[in-house]
């Protein structure tokens, strides 16, 4: 079955560390995005990529880093430099970017918590 | 800015019922809107997706509506069923300076009661 795998779905770092999450896709989706999830906040974009080899910031960019370098695979990074790293985060996909008449297609989420 | 307001944030009913969820927004030129469906520590599965030329679309028992002049949608959830129990999220696709955007609403936190 086709669909988005995110891994792992618990992570623990410590303070000051950088870590990656990963997230592929098999849907043969060009755009993927990253959201982070808080209680009571709603999901806010982080990063989204509306073809290979590009990525443009969304509205939480700061303290992360992406990269495209396949269709199927957009890892994220949590750099030290993120104030407030512990959330729930979600990657999504969409046959199109910016779902733009296309339904946006979403992993089961990675919780990272950061002490 | 484009703000998606989801009320109420939290609804209990017994099952059997048929409830509304509602959601609105304050900028009705809009490309779509979406509703998910999110259950805990879960990913978001896409329910619906209207077009802005549409003014609803079912599937099953979901019937989404949209009104973009009165910048409003609802969710209507025909004999609710304790299954139904999850969190409802409406998001609209709408294009800002930097392009097209998604801006979800925090969501209505469903209880159905056996």
């Known amino acids: 079955d086709g669909g988005i795998t995110q891994s792992p779905k618990y992570l623990f770092r410590k303070e000051g560390q950088n870590v990656t999450l990963s997230c592929e896709q098999n849907l043969n989706h060009d755009a993927m995005y990253w959201y982070r999830q808080d209680p009571g906040q709603g999901l806010r974009l982080i990063y989204y990529s509306q073809i290979v080899n590009d990525f443009q910031k969304g509205d939480i960019a700061e303290g992360y880093s992406v990269s495209r370098e396949k269709k199927e695979s957009f890892p994220l990074t949590v750099t030290s430099a993120q104030k407030n790293p512990t959330a729930f985060y979600l990657c999504a996909s969409s046959l199109t970017g910016r779902s733009y008449n296309s339904p946006l297609h979403f992993g089961n989420g990675t919780r990272l918590t950061v002490t | 800015k484009q703000e998606v307001t989801q009320i109420p944030a939290a609804l209990s009913v017994p099952e059997g019922e048929n409830l509304v969820l509602n959601c609105s927004f304050t900028?009705?030129?809009?490309?779509?809107l979406q509703w998910f469906r999110q259950d805990p520590g879960k990913g978001l599965t896409s329910l619906l997706l209207?077009?802005?030329?549409?003014r609803e679309q079912t599937s099953g028992r979901l019937n989404a509506s949209l009104d973009k002049s009165s910048g409003r949608s609802t969710l209507y959830i025909a004999a609710s069923q304790p299954g139904d129990s999850a969190t409802y999220l409406c998001a609209v696709t709408y294009y800002s300076n930097s392009g097209y955007a998604l801006n979800f609403g925090k969501g209505t936190s469903l209880l159905v009661t056996p």
């Open positions: 900028d009705s030129a809009i490309y779509n």
């Open positions: 209207i077009q802005s030329s549409q």
